[in-house]
Each structure stands twice: as C-alpha cells, then as structure tokens.
C-alpha cells in the first residue's frame, strides 16, 4: 500500500508541475533550423493575408452579408484591415495623394503632348456628368497628365479580375461577393486563427450563405484543426480499444492500474524535464514522444506474464531495454535541432521514470497472468541472421536512395483543396509555391532595386510568362528618382495646356490655374514607406516592405506563374542584385531531404551506442549483436513494404521507425537474453504487441495523411519486429 501511495503522490505532483510550468510551442525553426525554417512565411504581408468569398446567386443577399461581416471584422482584434468592396479616399487623403501624384505617379513624355492632355480633359468633363465621377472630376480637370487618374486605379484594385457591384467587389464569375483582409501583426497562433476562421463561416451560416475563406494562416489552421480532430478521434477510440484489451487479459483491475500508472508517470516527468531543460516544450516532442512513451506500457505486461519465480530477472531486463532505447533517443540531441533534442530527452526520461515506477510497484507478491498463447508463434527461420543482414541492407539502402516522399506532407485536405479550387475560378489568386523577394541593406536600396526589376516583370507580363505582379515599387519611386523628376518647367507646360485645352474647346485661360497645380506637385516634398502606412489605401501595399533578414525585404506578389522556368530565366539574365526567385515546394523537398540524412545519421549513431551499451551491461555481445541483427532485418522489411505500399518514405515515416527500434529492442531483450523464460517472454511480447496494434492500427486508418503515415508504420513494423525475435535459426531451440 506504502508504494501504490508514494506512485500516487508522485504523479500528482508532476502532472502539477506540468500543467502549471509546461508550454507548448510549434515554431517550425525548431525543426529545420532556423536558416531554412520556412516559418517566416506565416509572417509576412502575404501569409497574413484572408480571401473571403460569400457564394450566394442573390447578388443582393451576398452582398448585404460581405457588408455585415466586413462590419464586424473591422472591430475584431485579429483584423489589421479589412475591405469589402471600393471605399472612396476621404477629402484628406485625396488631397494628400493630389499633393504628391508626381511623386507616386509621374507623368512621362508621353503623357505631356497637346493631344494626350486634350483626351484626358474631355474625359474629365464627361465625369462631372456622372454620379461617380463627381468627387473625383475636378481633380482630373486640374490635372491633364492623367497622374492622378493613373495612381486612383493602381490603389483602387485589391487583385487581378476583379469587379464590383453596388459597392461590392464580385467574383468573375459572378457567384461570389469578396472581402479581402489582412491578420493583425501578432504572432501566428493556430487556435486563434482558427476561431476566427469558424467565426466568419458561422456569419455567412447564419443568412443560409457559405463562407469560403482562404489564406496561409487559415489554410494552416484548417490543416492543424482536421489533424487535431482526427487524432483526438483515433486517442479515444484506440484507448478504448486498449483498455478494453487490458480488461479483458489481465481481468483485475489492479493489474490494470499497474499498467496504466507507470505510462501517466513517466509521460508527466517527462514533459516537466523538457519544460525545465528547453523552457518550452515542442509539439513534436508531446506528439511523439507520447507515442514514443506507449513503450512505457509494456514494462508492467512483461513482469505481469512471467511468473513470480523469475520476475527478479524480468525487472532488470525492463531496466535494461529502458536504459538501451534511452541511449539510443539521447543521441538525438547530436542532430542540432532542439525539436529532436526535445524528443530524445522526454523518451529517455519518460521510459526510465516509467521502468522505476514498475519496478516499484510490481513485486513479487503481485499475481501473474496467463494471456493467451503466445508462445505458439515461436517459428523457426533457417539462415535467419543472413536473411536479416539481406533485409537491412535492402531497406536502409532503399531509403537512403530515394528521395524523401514529401507530397503526402504538403497535400491539402479534400475540403480545403475545393475551396481554393473554386476561388481560384472567382479570382486570380497571387502564386502560393513561387516566391520573388527583392532585398537591399535599407528601404531605399530595396525601392531602387525594384525600379531595376520594374521593366523585366513588365515584359514577362507581356511576354504571358506571367500574368501580373504587385510590389511597393510600382507606386512609390526611390527618393532619388522622386527629386530628380526631369519634367518641363511650368513655362513650358503651360503652353502645351494652353494647346490642349483649345483641342479640347476649352478656355485657353485655364492654362494658368493647371499651371500653378503643375509646380505644386513638382515641388512636393518626397514620399517615404511610412508615409504611406498612414493611409487607409496604400497600407497594405506599404506593409509588404520591412525590415528581414540583413537589412529590409518585400516580396513580390506574383500571379498566374505557369512558366516559372522561364520566369527563372529572365531574373537570371536581368541580374537584378537582391533579388531573389524561390520554388517554396523544391526548398522544402530540399530541407526534408537534408532533416531525413540527418536523422538518419543521428539514429545510427544512437543505435551503435545503445547496442554497445547493451553488450557492455550484459555481459553477452554474441546475443546483443543478435538482438541488433533482428532490429535491423525487421526495419529493413517494414522499410520495404512501405516503399511498395505508399512510395518514398515521408520524415514522419521515418520518425516513426524511431518507434519500432525502441519496440524491438524491447522485445530483443527479454527473447533473446531471458535464458529459459523464452516461452513466458514471448507470451509478454505478444501481448505488447497487440496492445501496440491496438493504438496504432487505429491511426492507421485515420484521415490526417500524417496520423495515418505513422500508425501504418508502426503496424507493420510491430508485426516484423516480433516474427523476427520470435524466430530463431536452430529448428531444435523453438519449443513445441
């Protein structure tokens, strides 16, 4: 009674410890490495961008609700800006943009002849006509260069194809309102997101309407929401399963609670012991090292199926594997990635704490158990450290040759991927793989390098390489090139107006007054990014330059990028310093490929350092070595039926093998050094292995691409773990 109440207090305590110091993070830098993280993308102009679509063919009701959502987003904490259709500037920001349009949008030689300005000035007359053109005609008549006219339209499009009716920017197709809006800039919290995501369908939901919302943030959250769900969905179901599999073999409910106790100990020292290491405590590190700590179950199983005679030897054999597979985890915190770090640190701590804790309270005045018989799956396989030698090779060479299996990875769920289909059919969405970025040490250098690149996108444009672009530097010129403007002076344009407006039948007089406003804006003062963050109009396109990386950054919007080779090809002969044009999904396959060699690397390492220490404690190399031959035969084989079921491996794939080395080490130990308890070990290592089968064979069926990766992993490495050890080479050594 004395040892059930010290595991109790020891378990309260540490799920206290955890549940008031532990904090959970995701950063992908964690990962990757924070020079190839990829996370930054999140945080960018772009990633906080939100697309929303109200479908609807009542153009009047699809209308009225964009309104009343824009509405209640511009109040919502998540919300930067939001738009739902082409607001007009107020009188100040008209005047101001009027102030500076030469600075924005100067006029070119083109664009200062008697005949162009005469066209532009009846154009403007004709607006004072027009209900819509009455607030901005007279600024048109002041200004027959048309600059002012050419800036409204740069700021007035959120996108490319896109209309708009009753005030209410519309879908090419015409059967969807659109809101277009930016996340606040604040730290990318998935929940959150995912709220708000749940928030605007509930609003379109509430009017009979369907919402489609769309950016990187909420594709993310969507993704991480359908993950969650669906392992919440397999947990249950599997710890169901499990529990009702415990019940049923081990029929008391202490020996249930033997079992269950040492797993919920060991799981809550070791996330307190990463938390006070690391200061946080990964996902990565909660997902699989929990999956990792379901080891932790099979401690008690193994001392429960033998009998009290021998259970001495049994608890030191559980010290042993414990003590061999947390060797082998620790050497992950070689790879130089704190995730990995992470992951080493909670399975070595979580399956010592656990090994202890069955150690305590399993002695041996605590009954066995008679599971089913197990032992008649002991088989005889001739040649079998050949044939395990042939298998290793076969599957880790495999692996090594194929290139890591990332599509699964970045594979859209079903309803996400429709959703962006039918946007795209609405809009032309800015490409979401192929990512241009000019950078420079300040904000001028990165201006003056876009003005380089200005001609280039140009002439892809034309040239249908791309389909249209958008950058800071379409508007805003560097302050060098603002003050040096190279226009004729006011003499000279008045004469050319008073040209013009006699084209135009009008009063030549008026020269004089367009000639005052022509000096006005020659001699505003210059425009800075931050002047224009000012302004409801142009904040968005301001913020996409900032500070990153050495010195300041902005990426380049890029639409319709089908030819991306030849889009390559001319950046390269253009030469444009700073610029930078990257295939997100090739650099990712890149740093998969670089994470898979490393884990690899780290994992062989671990693997020799724990079956060393395994043959040091022992005392019997010939049989550690056995043990080792088996491991690696069985994951050569779950290697190579994987290869053949679902292709390349994928790196949760291959984290997943970290799983079925520790499992196999486990059940290496007791079959191959119990001595004469072979057959009650293999009744132990059955039983671990249903129970194994259980959980993950549950996973294996889930939804998420991920959860189904690892579950069908495990399966078929359990399975070839344990008809590997539970084979042996000598025909006269299987029981019968």
């Known amino acids: 009674m004395t040892r059930w109440l010290l595991a109790w207090a020891l ?107 005469a066209a532009r000035l009846l154009d403007a007359q004709a607006a004072l006509t027009r209900a819509e053109g009455l607030v901005i005609a007279p600024y048109l008549l002041r200004d027959p260069t048309g600059s002012f006219q050419r800036l409204l339209s740069k700021l ?137 700590m379901g080891l932790a179950i099979d401690y008690p199983l193994h001392l429960l199926s033998h009998p009290r005679e021998v259970r001495q030897r049994a608890r030191r054999l559980v010290l042993l594997g414990a003590g061999t597979t947390a060797i082998a985890f620790l050497s992950l915190t070689g790879a130089g990635l704190p995730a990995f770090a992470e992951i080493g640190v909670f399975v070595a701590t979580g399956l010592l704490s656990a090994a202890l804790t069955t150690r305590l309270l399993l002695s041996d005045t605590v009954a066995p158990v008679r599971p089913l018989r197990f032992e008649r799956l002991l088989w005889h396989l001739p040649y079998k450290p050949l044939l395990a030698a042939i298998l290793a090779g076969l599957g880790i060479s495999l692996v090594v040759t194929f290139e890591t299996g990332d599509d699964r990875l970045v594979a859209l769920p079903g309803a996400v991927e429709d959703d962006l289909h039918a946007l795209r059919s609405m809009l032309t969405l800015p490409s979401g793989r192929y990512r241009l970025t000019v950078e420079g040490a300040s904000a001028e250098e990165v201006l003056q390098r876009q003005r380089a690149l200005l001609p280039v996108l140009d002439q892809m444009r034309v040239d249908e390489v791309i389909g249209g672009f958008q950058m800071l530097g379409q508007v805003l010129a560097p302050v060098s090139q603002q003050q040096d403007l190279a226009l004729p002076d006011r003499g000279t344009f008045v004469a050319i107006a008073e040209q013009a407006l006699r084209n135009a039948d009008m009063a030549p007089d008026f020269a004089e007054a367009l000639g005052a406003d022509y000096l006005a804006a020659i001699q505003a003062p210059v425009v800075v990014p931050d002047d224009l963050r000012q302004l409801g109009v142009t904040r968005g396109l301001a913020a996409r330059l900032g500070p990153g990386g050495a010195g300041w950054i902005e990426a380049v919007a890029l639409y319709d990028t089908a030819l991306p080779d030849k889009l390559a090809n001319y950046l390269a002969e253009a030469s444009v310093p700073g610029v930078s044009f990257l295939d997100t999904r090739q650099s990712l396959s890149s740093d998969l490929a670089e994470l898979k060699a490393r884990v690899l690397q780290w994992l062989a390492i671990g693997a020799v350092l724990a079956f060393g220490f395994l043959a040091l404690v022992s005392a019997r190399p010939r049989d550690s070595i056995a043990i080792a031959l088996s491991c690696a035969g069985a994951l050569g084989l779950t290697m190579l039926v994987l290869l053949i079921a679902t292709g390349p491996l994928g790196v949760f794939q291959i984290m997943a093998l970290i799983l079925v080395v520790g499992i196999g080490v486990d059940y290496g130990i007791f079959l191959t050094l119990g001595g004469e308890e072979r057959v009650d070990a293999a009744r132990s290592c059955g039983l671990c292995a249903v129970s194994t089968l259980l959980a993950f064979g549950v996973m294996a069926f889930s939804s998420a691409p991920v959860l189904a990766e690892i579950g069908l992993t495990v399966s078929l490495g359990v399975i070839a773990m344990l008809g590997l050890h539970l084979a042996h080479p000598r025909l006269g050594s299987v029981p019968r």
């Not at 993280?37 to 009225?64: F, K």
């Not at 995912?194 to 009979?208: F, K, N, P």
């Open 156 to 292: 007035s499009s959120p996108g490319q194809g896109v209309q708009q009716s009753g005030g209410v920017w519309q879908a090419r197709d015409g059967s969807a309102a659109l809101i277009f809006a930016r996340l606040a800039d604040r730290p990318y919290d998935i929940a959150a997101t995912g709220d708000l995501t749940v928030r605007i369908r509930g609003m379109a939901a509430q009017s009979d309407l369907r919402a489609i919302v769309i950016g990187p943030r909420a594709v993310a959250a969507d993704i991480s929401r359908q993950t969650e769900r669906a392992a919440v969905w397999a947990s249950g179901l599997a710890g169901a399963l499990l529990l009702g599999w415990l019940c049923l073999v081990l029929r008391r409910p202490q020996a249930v609670l033997v079992c269950l106790l040492p797993l919920a100990i060991g799981f809550a020292a070791a996330a307190l012991t990463v938390q006070l290491a690391f200061s946080s405590v990964h996902v990565l590190a909660l997902g699989f090292g929990g999956a990792l």
């Open 11 to 117: 378990l309260a305590g540490l799920v206290v410890g955890a549940v008031l110091t532990v904090e959970p993070r995701s950063d992908a830098a964690s990962i990757f490495g924070a020079e190839r993280s990829g996370a930054d993308l999140l945080d960018t102009v772009e990633g906080r961008g939100l697309t929303i679509a109200i479908v609807s063919p009542d153009r009047a009701a699809r209308n009225q609700v964009a309104l009343e959502i824009a509405e209640a987003l511009r109040n919502d904490p998540m919300i930067a800006d939001v738009a739902a259709g082409p607001a007009a500037p107020s009188a100040e920001v008209l005047d101001w943009l009027w102030q500076h349009r030469f600075r924005l949008t100067p006029p070119g030689a083109e664009d200062l002849t008697p005949d162009a300005m």
